[in-house]
């Protein structure tokens, strides 16, 4: 059996699609783990105060880790 770390590699090194999938995922579920334990309930900060925000704004800063991505040439 195959470790958990081994899968992820293999799955990561796909398809570029499937990185960025799992890289906007992982960053939503980020946005919203920082408006539940960090986030301003007095509404005065615009990206913490709401849970929708906070997860699209960690979606897309995930999105944006995976866009300058170039493949390696083989030399």
Partial sequence: MKSIILQLKEYLTGSTWRKRILFSLLGALG???Y???VG???GACPISSNPWVS???GAGMGLILTIGERKK???
Avoid: N
């Fill in 73 to 75: 040439e083989r030399t």
């Fill in 55 to 57: 997860t699209a704004y």
């Fill in 40 to 42: 301003c309930h007095s």
């Fill in 31 to 33: 946005g919203f783990a």
């Fill in 35 to 37: 408006y539940y334990f």
